[in-house]
Structure formats: structure tokens, C-alpha cells
């Protein structure tokens, strides 16, 4: 564990450390939010501040997981609260509004009221940028949105000679032209229809709109209440009330709607007409949002938007992303715009999600922090927090601090959390990983440390009656037969009994980053006994496993198998669940198989805390290296999910800082790009976001660990500030070329002295300093050498495990 005490000579990196280099851009202007609303990406591209928790934006009958997708689809409303990016279900989208200009002869009963019957096409534009959003509708309305932190506004800009439209099967149709009379409705629904109470109420005198719902969230267990205030401006009220499927009426001004568990929730809500409005044919609306209650939903809207201005809401979003992207500069010179385009819209992802509900926990009252839509650990801890930590250490620190909180009035770390419940666990307790991380990185501002370490005990050691929502399964062999048995006998808790090879190999990871945190806050032993425990992945190696890819031999012996309790090994196909073979059947239920989402091939690599061992187990770094190099070559590995990122670099390892190189080039920007449908995978919160931005500053983490590979930065400079301490540590290029033909490192200074290893601490990050790379067009001896290669820690713990070159 020597090389975590590591220290860089932070005298001579103090005097070094630089104010950030305002002579470069603000990363703003490149952020283009509708990367990823296509083709699955589920990316929320409204209007939000940086981990706000008012999320406006269009809501569309396609793939609407975010909300909107640019996938043509109707648009049914607006809504105040989404989530990004996300695989599960469509998440939030609560009490969605929706404009028309006038119901046909004036009568409230002739407008659209359900979805079905009121979506509506597209115009022809779209329009998203940080804090912002705009889309025009085929009914000639054009919807604009921004947001505060628990507010969203809109305005809603009407054409002045109103034809009524309507959305028929043959696309919209304009029909009988309209007096303008505005009308907007408010729906008591989420995007899931997954109400089981509803209540609204408008005011007749100011149109004001106050309710609640009771909703389930969108990947998990248990159910959760919102509340909402919206407010309205720019015409005099005409008339209220409420309607109820496809009829309205001005004569009641309240309802309550139960769910009575067979139909699907009653599409209602509340309505507001106005008179032709004043001036500009503009409606403003501000729909304040809470999980307290509606009374705070309005005074959020009050205090935050109170006097209505849109322009200067709209401003304060903005310069929020600008002094949050502010943290990191990058030359851009010389080097095509879509790289700025890409790397920056990669941050911004990162800093949508969690979501501050700090002041709005309804569970219990506590002075901490609370973030929510920690969607899912599993795929966030490779990526999303190192970005977090590096670039918003403050937000790290307050997610930190709201993981121990849940722990303490939950009793377990949550591993998948979103709308206040807990989500369904996909492999390990992942938290101990983000925790560790963290620890490692020096997030400590409030931070209960001995708590923490607590919390990943309760994971390592008890067992959870539901194991599929929190903690870990199998606990008992895990503790006597060291791996989770494919034929697992458990009657310790209950849970989803697939994914023993996954299981196994993320255990052994999540209690090494225990045995980090251990070395500090951990009973004498502790330390060695978790560090012991981390060797248990090689329990399910078959050392004599081969591996046949469409009917030809891989040349490549030794996999993770599937192994029963009786220490048999049994079989699952290297390949299958990989693109090549049954993609798609290693999914979270029951016909799951022994792997989740990926290929026994490629977990065979997963051993991120003794690379070292991994590479003498499979013949040395030769071979290591060909079978990296076939991982990623064949088909097999699907960069779209989050299993895929650390191979990238694992090379490394190997001596081969430059392959890792070469490979994230060959997927910047082939897979992740500008295009709509530039991302691969689902955005997941950010996670595929945060890998190219941190994979594009050339500092990939191995999560868990103080540990960032290097790589050449694809700019030909890299300034980040830590916010924290206040210094900049900057990346240069020497003989940059932005074709990226230079892409391999020759040779390295620190702080102007010969650097020779192939990876960094986060003391660069905290210091300030100069990292200096010079680059040419073929791998160099830089970096190669046994002491130059990321630590591996060895089970047995009496030695930090060298390189194995072997062959
Ligand atoms: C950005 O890079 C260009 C070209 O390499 C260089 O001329 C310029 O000085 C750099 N700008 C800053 C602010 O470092
Ligand atoms: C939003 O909340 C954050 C965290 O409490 C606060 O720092 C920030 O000033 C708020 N932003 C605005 C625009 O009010
Ligand atoms: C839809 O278009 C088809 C083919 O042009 C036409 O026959 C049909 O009448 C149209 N239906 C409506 C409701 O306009
Ligand atoms: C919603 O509001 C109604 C009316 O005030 C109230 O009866 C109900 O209890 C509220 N529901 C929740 C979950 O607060
Ligand atoms: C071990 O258990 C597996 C699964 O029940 C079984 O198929 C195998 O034959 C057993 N092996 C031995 C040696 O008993
Ligand atoms: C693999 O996919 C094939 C073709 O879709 C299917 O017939 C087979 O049942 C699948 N096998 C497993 C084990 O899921
Ligand atoms: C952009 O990325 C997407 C998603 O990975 C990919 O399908 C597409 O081919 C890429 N486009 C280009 C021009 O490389």
C-alpha cells in the first residue's frame, strides 16, 4: 500500500501552481445537450442547473426515459423534474403542463385533454443549451424553459391568428381557426403512470395550481410524494376548473383521484383559460416544485423566480454552467470544434445528476446534505464521481456525506437510489467503491469517515434480508467457500440468485477498497483480512478454460467460470452475453445467467486491485496484451456499457501505455461524437459523459484507487483548478497534432523533472503543477518499465505485487 503515501515535492509544486488561464474559453458555448437524445441514449436535454433538482423539459411519446427524444415522436407536456440517461423506466416527469391557443368555439369542452388525444407534432426547431431549452410545436406554439434550483419557467409564445390544431393519424392537422384564448392543463400523472394518489386544486381568482401525487419510481422498490405550486402570467383568467378524462368543467375546482389497482391511473388534473393575452401573445408559467409539501413547492417559486423574469432566470442559469465549467480550460486551438464539442458536453452530462434535494428530504430531517438519483452505483463509481471529485470536489464531498446519512437512518449504503427509494442492486455494493475513492482523493469537509467505514462493514459482514435492494448475497459462502456459488445455498436473505462469476469477482473488489479504508479506521486485521478477501475473484478462474468465437478457436486459455458448491467447475460459453452471443440474456432477472451485462471474456479482466496477478495468471504481459488487444478487436466488447471503460486502459498494466492510447482513440469519436445518437449505450447519469471527458484529459481513473493513467490529452493543453485548494494542474502536449497521429508519449517531466511512470495521484490535482508530455508517432520506452506500471496489491498483502512481465 507504500505508493498511496506517494507525495510529490509539494514545495516545488506550490510555487509552480497557477491562478486558472482565462486566455482560454469557457467551456459553455461547446455544450450541446441533445447529444444522446437519439437512438437510445435517453439523455435529458432540458433546462437544469448543475445537479439541480428542477428539470424542464419537453416530454414526448418515444423513447422518453429523459423526457425528449430526437426521435420525431408527439409531444404530450412539459415537465418540471427528469432524470438522464437512464435504462430502467421512463423516471420523474411529474405534473406535466400543456398549452393551446383556444378550444375550438370557445368552449373549454371542445380542447384535447388526455395525451392521447392532446400530443401534438413538431415544429420544425429545437433549440438546448445549458440552462436552457426550446422546441415549436405543430400547433405554431413555441415552448421556451429554464430553471432555479426547485422552479422551472416557461414561456409559451402563441401565434396571434390561432388555427385550432389537432394530431389525427395522419399527423397534425390545423383545423377551424381560434379566437386567442390560451388554455393550459396541468396533468396529475408522472411519466410511468404510476400514480396511486392525485390531488389537485386551482384558484379561481389567480389560476394558481397546488397538488400532490403519491408515484413509484422508476427503477426500484416503494413509492414516493411530490408536491408542486404553478403560477401563470401574462392574460387575465377567462375560467377554471377541472377536468377528467376527455370532459371539463368550471364548476368544481378540486379533485382527488385514487388508483384503484386495475386500470391505469384516471388522466386528470386542473385547467386554467385566459383572455387574449395582453401583449406579446406570451403566457409565462412557473411551477415550483418540493417533496415537503405544496405550501413549500410555492414558496420555492416565490423566493427563487419571484417576479417572473424569464431573461433574467434564464442569466443566472447560464452563468451558473459557466462558473461550474469554469474548473477546466482546454486549448481548442488548431483542433476540429466537435473535439471541444464533445469533451465539454461530456462534463455537462456529468454534472446534471444526482440531484440536490438538500432541504427536501422527505424521510427524515437531518442537518447533511441529501442528493438523490444516484442512478445506479454500478455504473457510476467508474467514472462519474472521479469527474465529480476532480472538477466540483465541494458536491462530491456533500454526495459523500448523503450515502453515510442513508446509511445512518437506513441502515445500508444505497447502491441504486432514486425519488427516495431504493433501486435494485446490480452486481456488488458498489458505494464502498465511491466511498474509498473519495477517502483516497482527500474529500473529508464534514465528512463522518468512521461512519463510513461502518457502513462498508455492515456490507462485507450482514447480510440483508433483500440482497437485490441493498448490501450483499450470499454472505456465507462468501465467508467459508470464498466465491459465490453458482448453486448458492442461502438462508441468510433473499435475492436474485444469477450473476455468480459478476458477484464474485465485484465482491473481491468492493472489500479490497475496504481494506484501503481499513488501514486507517479498521480493527488490527481488518486490513489484512479484507486485502485476503480481495484475492477471492480467482476462485471462480478456470485456468483450463478455452474459448471458441463463431465456430474458431481464440487461441486463449484460462476464464472466469461458473462454479458449484461442491468446487466443480460447470460451464457458461467465454463469449456468451457479449455482442457476438446472446447479447441480451444477462439482464437483472431471474433468467439471468452467471454474468450481468457483459461476457465472462471480458470479467475475466476485471481484477482491478492486482493486474499484476491477473497478467501472470493469463502468461504474461504478451499475452495479456493479444488478448486486450482481442477483447476489443473481435466484437466481444460493447463500449456502450460501463464494464468496457477500465480495459480500455489496462494496458497499461502491461508496460503498453501507448495501446491504451491508441484504443480511446479508436472510440473517440467513433462512438462517441455530435451526432444526436453520439453516445454508445444509454448516458446512465452521466457515466458514458464523464469517460470522455476524463478519457479526453488523458487522465483516466482506475476507480477505487488513487490511481489516473496517462494518456495524451486530445487538446493541446489541460488546465483543471481543484476548487478546494485553489491551484492548477496543467497538461501540456509537445508536438501535439491534432490529427492524432502523435498520440504516443515519448517522454514526460513533472514539475519539469523526468517522469517516467505511466500513471499520477490526485496530489497533482490537489498541488497544482505542470505535467509535460512529448509526443510522438510510435510507442516509446516510456512508461513500459516494471516500476513504471499502476501498483497491484497482492492477497496475501506482505508486498505491493511488481509486474510480472513473464514472457
Ligand atoms: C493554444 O495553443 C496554440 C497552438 O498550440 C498556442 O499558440 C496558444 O498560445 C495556446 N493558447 C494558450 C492560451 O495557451
Ligand atoms: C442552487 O443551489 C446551490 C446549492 O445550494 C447554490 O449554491 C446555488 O447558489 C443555487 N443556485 C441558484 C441559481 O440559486
Ligand atoms: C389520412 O390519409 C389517407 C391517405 O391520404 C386518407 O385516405 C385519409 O382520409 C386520411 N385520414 C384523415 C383522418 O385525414
Ligand atoms: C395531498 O393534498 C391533499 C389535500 O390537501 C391531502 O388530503 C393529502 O393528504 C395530500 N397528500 C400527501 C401525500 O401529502
Ligand atoms: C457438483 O455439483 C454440480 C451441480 O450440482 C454437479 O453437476 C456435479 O456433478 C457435482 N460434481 C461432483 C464431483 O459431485
Ligand atoms: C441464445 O439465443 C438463441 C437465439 O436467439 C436462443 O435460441 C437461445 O435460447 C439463447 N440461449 C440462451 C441460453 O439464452
Ligand atoms: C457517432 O456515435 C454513434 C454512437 O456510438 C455511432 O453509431 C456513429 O457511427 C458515430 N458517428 C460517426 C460519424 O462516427
Not at 433546462?47 to 430526437?70: E, H, I, R, V, Y
Not at 385514487?258 to 411551477?287: E, K, W
Request: proline content about 6%; hydrophobic content about 35%.
Amino acid at each position: 500500500m507504500g505508493t498511496r503515501l506517494l507525495v510529490f515535492t509539494s514545495l516545488l509544486l506550490r510555487t509552480l501552481a497557477q491562478a486558472p488561464d482565462t486566455s482560454l474559453p469557457n467551456g459553455y458555448k461547446y455544450v450541446d445537450p441533445l447529444i444522446g437524445t437519439a437512438n437510445g441514449g435517453h439523455v435529458f436535454p432540458g433546462a437544469t442547473l448543475p445537479f439541480g433538482m428542477a428539470k424542464a423539459g419537453a416530454d414526448c411519446t418515444g423513447d422518453n426515459q429523459g423526457g425528449f427524444a430526437s426521435d420525431g415522436s408527439n409531444i404530450v407536456g412539459f415537465s418540471h423534474m427528469h432524470d438522464s440517461g437512464t435504462g430502467g423506466s421512463p423516471s420523474l416527469g411529474l405534473f406535466p403542463i400543456f398549452p393551446q391557443s383556444g378550444c375550438p368555439q370557445g368552449d373549454i369542452n371542445a380542447c384535447k385533454f388526455t395525451q392521447q388525444d392532446r400530443q401534438i407534432g413538431r415544429g420544425s426547431k429545437v433549440a438546448a443549451r445549458p440552462g436552457y431549452f426550446s422546441l415549436d410545436l405543430a400547433s405554431g406554439i413555441t415552448a421556451e424553459m429554464t430553471v432555479t434550483n426547485h422552479t422551472s419557467m416557461y414561456r409559451f409564445t402563441f401565434p396571434s391568428n390561432p388555427t385550432y390544431s389537432y394530431y389525427g393519424p395522419n399527423g397534425t392537422v390545423p383545423s377551424t381557426p381560434v379566437t386567442l384564448n390560451p388554455v393550459m392543463l396541468l396533468e396529475l400523472i408522472d411519466l410511468p403512470s404510476s400514480r396511486s394518489f392525485g390531488f389537485i386544486n386551482v384558484d379561481p381568482s389567480t389560476g394558481r395550481m397546488t397538488g400532490n401525487g403519491t408515484f413509484n419510481p422508476s427503477f426500484g422498490v416503494g413509492s414516493y410524494k411530490a408536491y408542486f405550486c404553478a403560477d401563470w402570467k401574462g392574460a387575465s383568467i377567462r375560467s377554471t376548473g377541472i377536468w377528467s378524462n376527455n370532459r371539463a368543467g368550471s364548476s368544481a375546482m378540486s379533485m382527488i383521484t385514487l388508483a384503484d389497482g386495475v386500470d391505469s391511473p384516471l388522466p386528470a388534473g386542473a385547467y386554467v383559460q385566459f383572455n387574449t393575452p395582453s401583449s406579446n401573445d406570451q403566457i409565462l408559467a412557473r411551477v415550483g416544485m418540493s417533496f415537503i409539501s405544496s405550501e413549500r413547492a410555492c414558496s420555492n417559486a416565490e423566493n427563487e423566480i419571484p417576479g417572473f423574469d424569464f431573461d433574467g432566470t434564464l442569466g443566472a442559469a447560464e452563468q451558473a454552467w459557466k462558473n461550474r465549467l469554469n474548473t477546466v480550460h482546454v486549448n481548442v486551438t488548431g483542433v476540429d470544434s466537435s473535439f471541444a464539442k464533445i469533451f465539454y458536453s461530456g462534463v455537462y452530462r456529468g454534472m446534471i445528476s444526482p440531484q440536490d434535494y438538500t432541504g427536501e428530504n422527505q424521510l427524515w430531517s437531518s442537518s447533511e446534505p441529501y442528493y438523490d438519483s444516484i442512478y445506479c452505483g454500478w455504473d457510476s463509481f467508474r467514472s462519474i464521481h472521479q469527474l465529480i471529485t476532480l472538477l466540483d470536489p465541494e458536491t462530491q464531498t456533500n454526495i459523500v456525506r448523503t450515502l453515510i446519512d442513508v446509511y445512518r437512518h437506513e441502515g445500508w449504503l444505497p447502491d441504486c437510489r432514486m425519488s427516495f427509494c431504493k433501486g435494485y442492486t446490480q452486481g456488488g455494493s458498489n458505494a464502498d467503491i465511491i466511498l474509498t475513492d473519495s477517502y483516497l482523493k482527500g474529500i473529508k469537509n464534514g465528512v463522518d469517515w468512521p461512519t463510513a467505514y461502518k457502513a462498508v462493514l455492515a456490507d462485507a459482514e450482514k447480510e440483508p434480508p433483500n440482497w437485490d435492494i441493498e448490501g450483499r448475497g450470499g454472505l456465507q459462502s462468501w465467508k467459508t467457500l470464498h466465491y459465490i456459488p453458482t448453486d448458492d445455498y442461502d438462508v441468510l436473505g433473499t435475492g436474485t440468485h444469477t450473476r455468480s462469476i459478476s458477484r464474485t469477482v465485484e465482491y473481491a473488489y468492493d472489500d479490497f477498497c475496504i481494506a484501503q479504508l481499513a488501514q486507517t479506521f479498521g480493527a488490527p486485521g481488518d486490513y489484512q483480512k479484507y486485502l485476503s478477501r480481495s484475492g477471492n475473484w480467482k476462485n471462480m478462474f478456470n485456468p483450463k478454460q478455452t474459448s471458441t468465437v463463431n465456430g474458431a478457436d481464440t487461441g486463449f486459455t484460462g476464464f472466469l467460470q461458473p462454479r458449484y458448491l461442491n468446487g466443480t467447475f460447470g460451464f457458461q460459453d467465454p463469449a456468451f452475453c457479449s455482442p457476438l452471443l446472446n447479447f441480451t440474456s444477462c439482464y437483472l432477472d431471474p433468467a439471468g445467467h452467471e454474468t450481468y451485462e457483459g461476457s465472462a471474456w471480458m470479467y475475466t479482466f476485471f481484477v482491478p486491485q492486482n493486474m499484476a496477478n491477473l497478467i501472470s495468471t493469463l502468461g504474461g504481459a504478451t499475452t495479456f496484451v493479444k488478448r486486450l488487444d482481442y477483447l476489443h478487436e473481435s466484437g466481444l466488447l460493447y463500449i456502450g456499457d460501463e464494464q468496457a471503460f477500465l480495459p480500455v486502459y489496462q494496458y497499461h498494466y502491461a508496460g503498453r501505455p501507448g495501446k491504451s492510447a491508441a484504443r480511446i482513440h479508436a472510440y473517440i469519436p467513433s462512438q462517441f461524437n455530435t451526432s444526436l445518437s453520439g453516445i454508445a449505450g444509454n448516458d446512465d447519469s452521466g457515466a458514458m459523459g464523464s469517460f470522455v471527458a476524463l478519457s479526453m484529459m488523458g487522465i483516466f481513473p482506475n476507480p477505487g484507487q488513487n490511481v489516473y493513467f496517462i494518456t495524451p490529452p486530445f487538446f493541446s493543453s489541460v488546465a483543471i483548478t481543484n476548487k478546494q485548494t485553489g491551484k492548477t494542474a496543467t497538461i501540456k502536449n509537445t508536438n501535439f497534432d491534432a490529427a492524432y497521429k502523435n498520440i504516443y508519449i515519448q517522454s514526460a517531466a513533472l514539475n519539469g523533472k523526468a517522469y517516467n511512470k505511466n500513471w499520477l495521484t490526485h496530489e497533482f490535482f490537489l498541488e497544482g503543477g505542470i505535467l509535460e508530455l512529448v509526443l510522438g508517432p510510435t510507442e516509446s520506452a516510456w512508461g513500459t518499465r516494471m516500476e513504471d506500471v499502476p501498483p497491484s496489491y497482492d492477497a496475501g498483502g506482505a508486498k505491493v505485487a511488481g509486474m510480472e512481465f513473464g514472457n
